[in-house]
């Protein structure tokens, strides 16, 4: 992946997608999350990375309900989003995926699929639709497979995929809502480099002209893909900022000991 | 598009197979004529809708309730009233409608205990449905008025005017009333599970976490389904109490809970049809071979603990892969071995059969002579040469199944990876 790609900025319209404010967890008595506060721009790519155990998948937990925060505040299109829960947050227009592959292992890819797609089309709970008669969600099924590149695996059971095919499968569960802001949690966590460069190129396709929020271990990775990083380290964002200032910044640099970015 | 060629062949299979599921219905007393036999296929009609409403939340679900006796009896005590009054003339309903009556109450109790219930999923919901079953059974004898205490409540079918020379006195019109809700239902529960809720309900089985991620409440998605689970059940329990003409604590019972999850599992949960198959097995077990044998509920157990172990997918998946087996041309390599372990089985069976028998015979002995009847066959039970063929005849199926065994499950695995290779190259290709 060419580094100068991301150093275009991005079209961002300068309002706030999703924003944190002093947020907190405590895990018992230790603090995980020690005052995270973070903007993330509308149609920003913005990756999250830090070290080990810094907190990056607690914070993504937080932002999309899975846990309760402990104090702060997260707002998503300007609106409080603080305690409520998973599915609440993503009828809001928040969808986010799983670090470890967490799909449903008993239905077809595209059953997986159309199921992510039927709230946000509003046949919600309903048992006087007949779902092959849903035009609209068998359109939008065929077009995210079509995206993600399964087409020729829709009537494979989701359990027996590949582990890539796995992975593009988690994401094509977390667009297909059409949420507007996407969370990724380490989407090309576990692959090759040459399943990574796809990963890569798979998420810039699908998540255009969308928020992405991610956390990713690559660092080639998020030099490519992200317009902005922050930095979490024990808890907290050290710095936010575009690519080339977080590589030249000496507190970062510090966090990472042992780990110069030239390499990546 | 070609999506819709591709599907139209599968539609018109499933026409078909609902209309000859339908023609079945309506020629099966025509064939089995004898009273004993309507008797046995009304009580499978009845058990299947049962069984179906069962697999709505187990099944399709992901619930495991111990207590789903409680929507089918309850339904069944409301529905055997509404007769009661409909005989007095306080109301007017049509028989025919009974069910309804039984299905509305289900459906009532399903709100009122599935509230409750679905709280909780995984083993607490079982657990909890455990407590509700204990408790309502308790609470049906604690109320003679409304529940009729030990007796239950009796009535009589035969009320009002025949309608087109339908009372309902014959059994054989019972029969049809029967096969009818068991037919609608049927089809009710499964265009059910092609609605967004149903496939829903099966997305929140496989991964309810990953269901709150795209924007459902997973515990409105198990009530939900269990209340529309409790309405099929209580049509279940309308049907019982017009062919029986009494309900009584027993239908609430976790016996009554207990078989339907047995009916289920044998039939195959994963499988829509499985159930149906279940029911059937479970009705000729409960009813046709209890009067062949005391040892009817050994015989049954014997079998759902084979099926738990060896056929966790019911006998719904034991006959898709022998057809899958059949589809790909690879039956010839099967027939031996499978004629080995079946004549080994044979055996084996025969064996415990004859153990069983003269066991129940000695220890229950219901009748003053030592002599018990297997296969026609009599055996003296207190005599040392029946035993001692019995035991050979049960350590020579043992040896025999044990060979035959391995070969067959050898020559099994063998055609499974070649069907599967053949699947992966079709798709590679």
Known sequence: ?264 | MSRTLRFAPYNVGRWLVWGLTAILFAILPLVFTKGFAITLLSQMGIMIVFALSYNMIFGQGGMLSFGHAVYSGLGAFFAIHAMNWVGDGLVWIPISLIPLVGGVFGAVFGVIFGYVTTKKSGVPFAMITLGIGEMVFAAVLMFPGFFGGEGGISTDRVVGEPFLGISYGPAVQVYYLIAVWCFVSMLAMFAFSRTPLGRISNAVRDNPERAEFIGYNTQRVRFLVVVASAFFAGIAGGLSAINFEIVTAENVSALRSGGVLLATFIGGAMFFFGPVLGAVIFIYFAVALSEFTDAWQFYLGVFFVLTVMYAPGGVASLILMNLRVARFGLFNRLWTPYAKVLAASAVLLAGVIMVVEMSYHLTLGMSMSDTVSVFGIDLDARGAMAWIAAALILAAGGWLFSLTRRHFMDAWGGVQTMIEDRIKREQGA
């Open chain 1, 1 to 264: 992946m060419a580094e100068h790609e991301s150093t275009a900025m991005p079209p961002v319209s300068g309002a706030t997608a999703l924003k944190l404010t002093d947020v907190r967890k405590h895990f018992g008595k230790t603090e995980i999350i020690r005052g995270v506060t973070l903007d993330v721009r509308k149609g920003e790519r913005h990756a999250i990375i830090g070290p080990n155990g810094a907190g990056k998948s607690t914070l993504f937990n937080l932002i999309s309900g899975r846990f309760p925060v402990t104090a702060g505040r997260i707002e998503l299109d300007g609106r409080d989003i603080t305690g409520l829960a998973p599915f609440e947050i993503n009828r809001r227009g928040l969808s986010r995926s799983f670090q470890i592959t967490n799909i449903f292992h008993r239905l077809s890819v595209y059953e997986n699929i159309r199921c992510a797609t039927l709230y946000a089309l509003g046949y919600r709970y309903s048992f006087w639709h007949r779902l092959s008669k849903l035009a609209d969600a068998a359109e939008r099924t065929e077009h995210i497979l079509q995206r993600i590149g399964l087409q020729h695996r829709r009537d494979a059971l989701a359990g027996l995929l590949t582990y890539a095919e796995q992975r593009a499968l988690e994401i094509g569960i977390t667009i297909a809502s059409g949420a507007e802001v996407i969370l990724l949690d380490e989407p090309t966590a576990g692959m090759s480099r040459s399943e990574s460069d796809h990963a890569v190129e798979l998420i810039m396709r699908v998540t255009e002209g969308k928020t992405l929020v991610m956390v990713e271990h690559d660092m080639s990775v998020v030099f490519g893909l992200a317009h902005r990083i922050s930095v979490v380290v024990y808890g907290q964002v050290i710095a936010t900022d575009v690519p080339a200032s977080i590589k030249s910044n000496r507190a970062v640099q510090e966090a990472y000991l042992g780990t110069t970015f030239a390499d990546a």
